[in-house]
């Protein structure tokens, strides 16, 4: 079973498109030179390679005599347009700028590299004896995504749903590149936690299945050498596992093989990766043993809050999981296999009802604290029967508590009011939440919105922040899967 | 006669040689991260493309999680590397950075652009979460000289004049690519006063008599509606002549062409050029009358010294490529053409003549000014006899007037030293004029030389200057034709 050859064999066509800019282009006979500038808007978010034409004026009808130096700047969003030096944590080489010195103005400018933005801006930074007009510019813009089999919503969809539809599409579509990456601005990386969204998302809009089979195949084959699955595979610029272990990423390999499974009936797949799902079970309960039967929290990502008490929404992950496995294993497993997995879920199981506080309906972490994210993980364990998990999710939406800031986050709370029976709830929420980042202007959904926080960063610059991010665009799964029922 | 198809017909293949650094390189296992930077030194002066190879270093064997920035500065020579903000007047766009954003820096960093240089300082510009090490740098060193056919110089020449001899070979080399280019750093461009002495040259070391023919081509097929040649033709990013027409260059194609005939004997070449070259004298010899029997000086550059009164040697190059003229009408000119081109003559030594002071044994300008342009131009006009001639030359030697700021002008101080039977002298101004640039670490002769003042430059800025320019590259060429005697 050599899982990156398999993984290879899937590598997919990128589907290549060339757009125009949709305003912002210079007068056809408007002469630039040193320091002029525009700003081209695309109309919608792409990625793709860039390729810009121009001309050149000299007096005496003359060559031009010296190299013509331009800056592109390319923006996702126009507040990565503050013109103030960079400050964050992460590498400011994702910060997506080309200075270029051109040879030839004549030929065609083609930039190298891919980007992603809706706008970009360019400028003129030396002087020249020459002046330049503007010709032309296109992106080509490449995604592994096939629009056509994405069914357009029917007619009289609610306004808001559909435009959050629309753009929880473009999400998608622009981070499906040569694998799910969770950024196409920044990262690039192939991360189990938004795949396990990204593939939810893909069964109902561009239903590339093999997109998702190739990237479990990549977690598969990269796997440690305990079996332990790795949070997130380098696909570029050299294919390989990241160091950085999550438990709650680890074990969403068994939530994407189970939905993969679901949608495509494939139990040679389930069968062929069962070994690799199973173990990520058995890694996730020693260490919960390990600990003293809590979850070891340091190994759980759950989202960026800050001072986040992660202890009940890990064991919330470890439960949903095992039964996911346990599901899987009526096709794949063993007798032997299943009576192991229920042993690990009764056995996690009352740990997580023991931080439940029946007096207001809630889970705490160890700490104490309330937050959405015990609520919303124990409520998917299904630890409570039906009808305490719908007080759990009422008593949530009418209680104070820590807030996800991500996107990624946001989608289990919506998820877990569904499994609470308040779908009403659910889409007011994907309406406030989603609709929230509509309102900022956004063509697709970023990694980090926080309501009345547009500077909100977890890296310490807003600049540096994705703003087409993978694990947003879950609404068009929610409003296809549960309001319009495809 | 499609003098555009045979230049293109003669388009040399570029000759590739693959070049390491000398010093200058980080040890084999030194880490490096943002703001490390170092000076790699090629031990001489190169035309090229450059590689640079890296090896990624990151804790956990991780993979590079961002792309690499690095800033690449080509220097020809170190006085390049001010640091200081450029105010020259030529655009900013000629020197020679490189901003790069690397998506994979596992693998070779081929540069795309070609530089000039003997030193490259690289240095890494953004925060990253991994280090890198030097593992290669290379150039692939293009030229269309062929090194073999230069004969090396005999046992026991002189040590001095054997350096000379060495940097201006090297010097012509850098500066032969698709055609003589003027300077390989800045302007890239064919100039007509470049060629001239890069021809000469050529003949006593590359023997590339081809490309001389090329360029002879190009300007023929390019001359103005009226048939005056340009002063310069763009051969990159576009064939195109340069509107600007200085009558000097325009007369030098004469010269070109007599040299060209005296080296290889084709007479089907001087019968196929000469109209273009009869044409040129009737201009130069209109505009002469047209000025009231003058010279337009604004038509002709003879040097870049500030308030140089050209008057006379503009007048002396008139009579010198009217000479030629007359010499290349014995191969290929009618019996009338010879007439009128005896008629010019007489018409123009007059006026030259006129400016000869008898009790200074000098020529002055019409404004009176002494230089050593005026003398040097009319003794290799010839209007004197040999004995005076040499009185002009001994008077120069030992008079205070304004010297040529450029070793193009000095080569023509050189030459008519030597006319003037004074080659000692001759070569003890080659010894302390290109000797003086070579005490100044060159490896190649540069645009301009000013003795004492080492930030001279044409353009306000000595990091612009050209470091290696054609026109300087003579020194090989007096010492193989008169030293050596080849």
Redesign the interface.
């Known amino acids: 079973m050599d899982f990156l050859k398999k993984a290879n064999d899937l590598m997919p066509v990128l589907r290549e498109k060339t757009v125009r800019p949709t305003s912002g282009m210079p007068e056809a006979d408007k002469l630039m030179r040193e320091g002029d500038c525009f700003l081209l808007d695309f109309g919608s978010h792409f990625v793709g390679h860039l390729t810009l034409r121009l001309d050149v004026k000299r ?11 331009v800056e592109f700047r390319f923006f996702e969003n126009l507040c990565e347009d503050t013109g103030k030096p960079y400050t964050g944590g ?5 910060l997506q ?3 270029l ?1 051109v ?5 065609p400018i083609v930039l ?2 891919r980007y992603a933005f809706r706008y970009v801006k360019i400028r003129f930074t ?4 020459y002046s330049v007009v503007y010709r032309d510019c296109f992106v080509k813009a490449v995604t592994s995504g096939d629009e056509a089999l994405v069914e357009p919503l029917p007619e009289g969809t609610d306004p808001l749903l559909a435009r959050i539809d629309k753009a929880g599409v473009l999400t998608l579509r622009d981070c499906m590149q040569q694998v799910f990456e969770d950024g196409p601005k920044r ?1 690039r ?1 192939l991360w189990l936690g938004d795949l396990y969204l990204q593939a939810k998302t893909n069964y109902y809009t561009f239903k590339n299945n093999d997109l998702v089979l190739r990237c479990l195949y990549l977690f598969a084959g990269l796997a440690h050498e305990d079996g332990c699955l790795s949070s997130a595979v ?1 696909h ?3 294919l ?1 596992k ?3 272990i999550l438990h709650d990423y680890a074990l969403f390999f068994i939530g994407v093989l189970a939905d993969y499974y679901r949608a495509t009936g494939r139990d040679d797949v389930v069968k062929e990766l069962w070994p690799t799902a199973l173990r990520q079970t058995e890694i996730a309960y020693k260490a919960f043993l390990d600990a003293g039967r809590r979850a070891n929290t340091d190994l759980y990502f759950i989202d960026w809050c800050p001072a986040l008490d992660k202890s009940c929404a890990a064991l919330g992950i470890i439960v949903s999981m095992l039964k996911e496995a346990l599901f899987l294993a009526d096709i794949a497993g063993t007798s032997e296999e299943k009576l192991a997995l229920k042993e690990r879920i009764d056995g996690v199981s009352p740990a997580l009802i023991g931080l439940y506080d029946k007096s207001l309906s809630l889970f705490r972490g160890v700490s104490g604290q309330l937050s959405i994210h015990s609520q919303m993980w124990a409520v998917l364990a299904g630890v409570l029967d039906a009808a305490e998990e719908t007080n759990v999710m009422r008593a949530t939406l009418k209680t104070a508590m820590v807030d996800p800031v991500t996107p990624y986050a946001m989608h289990y709370y919506a998820e877990a009011l569904i499994k609470a029976g308040l779908k009403d709830e659910a889409f007011s929420l994907i309406r406030c939440h989603w609709g929230g980042m509509l309102e900022r202007g956004c063509d697709c959904f970023p990694e980090v919105y926080v309501p009345g926080d547009r500077e909100a960063s977890p890296y310490g610059d807003v600049t540096i922040n994705s703003f087409c991010h993978a694990w947003s665009c879950t609404p068009s799964y929610f409003i296809r899967k549960y309001q319009v029922g495809y």
Do not use: H, I
């Not at 040879?103 to 030929?107: E, G, R």
């Not at 030396?126 to 004896?129: D, L």
């Open positions: 007096p005496g009808d003359d060559a031009a005599d010296a190299p013509l130096a992460l590498s400011s080489s994702w700028v080309a200075n010195l040879d030839d103005p004549y030929a190298p590299r030396t002087n020249t004896s990262d990386r380098f570029e610029p050299v390989k990241q160091s950085w």
